[in-house]
């Protein structure tokens, strides 16, 4: 999820903390616990500052370590001892335990959204994505907003977001239809597929869709229990040439390929040497494919710049190309 969807889940589980008598019959408790849910449930995104050092470095490494199994254990311990420090008197038991409910929900949430997180890790470096919320769900994030008035306006905090997620999680429930409903739909259009990427966005009832069969990628949208296929494009595997072993060197090319499930890729000549370029399907905005990698290679085949990410317009991405690699 987003980090306003994180921070409201933090106080809202500071307010179902006053379930626990422990918290609710102790105001330094309360206060105590309250600050590790907020804290706890902004912790695991940490990597975020990878993003200030480039992007390859960013998405090979967002929702990894941070989000791993040993990561939702040890969180809660250094949570716990660091407020503990600054309030002795409050409960440690009591504190971990939030604690520890405010990360593993954090790391929890992130499984449902496209993006997906490597929550398995070190079993497993798989990335865990079920797609059914997005990033931002306007819905998950106003019931939160509606049950924190209700607390200012004196509602009980602990029935009050005791209800709120009994509400959200029918509403999961009934992400998990849609999307299979969306599937069986895009099983009927194409009953070859090998593999469905169905991923949310930001209106209920609107999916992205992008499917793989034995020789062709398609790209759609779903709405409601209907598909449409937008695009499609022949499945060429990468070429074993020269130009794409010295693409694939680059870190962003690479960083691209460790992330993207489905994707295609072009070849392109330049006065000065060659561009190739991968782009992400499963993104299609308005006609475009904007998550992309591009890596520039003069005629000696070497690299002379690339980049990895979100272009919306060539003019952004010739600036980020006209520098060298790093």
Known sequence: MDTGTHLVMGFALGGLATLDPVIADSTVNFHAVLAATVIGSQIPDIDTVLKFKNNAVYIRNHRG??????????????????????????????????????????????????????????????WVALGVINTFDPYIFSIHVVGLFLWIEGANPGITFLVMYFIIFLYYLSRFYFQSKIRLSVLEIIPEAETIIIAPTMRYSHWRIAVTSKDTFYVGRGYKESVT?????????????????????????????????????????????????????????????????????????TITGSYTGWIYNSDKLKKKLDVAPR
């Open 229 to 301: 296929i937008l695009d499609t494009f022949k499945r060429k595997p990468v070429p074993n040439t020269p130009i794409f072993q010295a693409a694939k060197k680059d870190k962003n090319i690479s960083a691209f390929l460790s992330f993207s499930p489905v994707y295609r890729w072009e070849v392109n000549e330049r006065k000065d040497g060659y561009e190739v370029r991968f782009i992400d399907l499963r993104y299609r905005s308005n006609g475009h494919y904007p998550f992309v990698a591009v890596v520039n290679l003069n005629e000696d085949l």
């Open 65 to 126: 370590v941070t989000h791993s199994v040993p990561a939702v254990l040890l969180w809660p311990i250094l949570i716990s001892i660091f407020i503990h420090l600054i309030v002795p008197e409050a409960n440690f038991a009591h504190l971990w335990m939030w604690s520890f409910i405010a990360v593993f929900l954090h790391v929890f949430v992130d499984i449902f959204n496209a993006y997906g997180t490597q929550a398995l890790r070190p079993f497993s470096s798989r």
